[in-house]
DNA sequence: CCCTAGATTTACT
DNA sequence: GTAAATCTAGGGC
């Protein structure tokens, strides 16, 4: 399996969140390893997406979504929440970035185990804010690159998953009527 | 099982 | 000042 080069990433953001889906996201700490496969996206982007942070203009906090693609957008929301993007845009739009909702334990899941709190397999990760809590993820990995073997990066999938759902975008007031909430379902 | 409320920082309508 | 790309606990059914 190899590392997902940037050329993933300079594709439209809708098309970059279908992708991702059965990847896997892998976290390195110390010399333990977490990872995980994605099964749920959101696709956020600049100038036609009103419920994208990077809709206005840019701001501290969403720079890096006009940064080079392939970068992690990390944001912290409602008081203690974190939330992991990665960013992903054509050469079309000036921002963007995907969304990752949850993704199913594979290793490391003894260490996810220990940062969330819980040992429900079940509800480790599969939401944005677990996810992120359970992988270790948080500010400090703002703009960090995940094309490169560090901390963080994401990895070919060579899972085959069935059909993608699409849906509408999760914790949003704008644009509910775009369907750019994507998932594959698990057996 | 479903629904409600509370936590608590950041960014800007 | 207030709303936010959320989660959890607790009480009612």
């Known amino acids: 399996m190899t590392i997902l080069p940037r050329t993933f990433y300079s594709r439209d953001t809708i098309t970059v969140a279908k992708s991702l889906l059965g990847k896997k996201i892998v976290r390195k700490i110390g010399k333990k390893e977490i990872s995980g496969i994605i099964i749920e996206t959101e696709a956020y982007r600049h100038s036609d997406d009103p419920a994208s942070h990077a809709f206005r203009k840019i701001t501290e906090r969403n720079k890096v979504m006009f940064d080079e693609v392939g970068k992690a957008y990390v944001y912290f ?7 992991f993007n990665v960013v992903a845009r054509n050469s079309k739009f000036q921002a963007g970035a ?16 220990e940062n969330r709190g819980i040992t ?23 703009g960090i690159d995940l094309t490169t073997d560090s901390k963080l990066f994401i990895m070919d999938g060579v899972k ?14 704008n644009a509910t009527d775009r369907l750019w909430n994507f998932k594959i379902s698990v057996k």
């Open 160 to 173: 085959k998953h069935g059909e993608i759902i699409a849906s509408p975008r999760i914790g949003i007031k």
């Open 98 to 113: 995907v969304l990752i909702r949850a993704i199913i334990p594979e290793k490391g899941i003894e260490i996810m185990e």
């Open 120 to 142: 429900d397999r079940k509800k480790l990760a599969n939401g944005p804010a677990k996810l992120t809590q359970a992988l270790g993820i948080t500010k400090e990995h703002y």
């Open 77 to 83: 929301t409602y008081g203690m929440h974190y939330c």
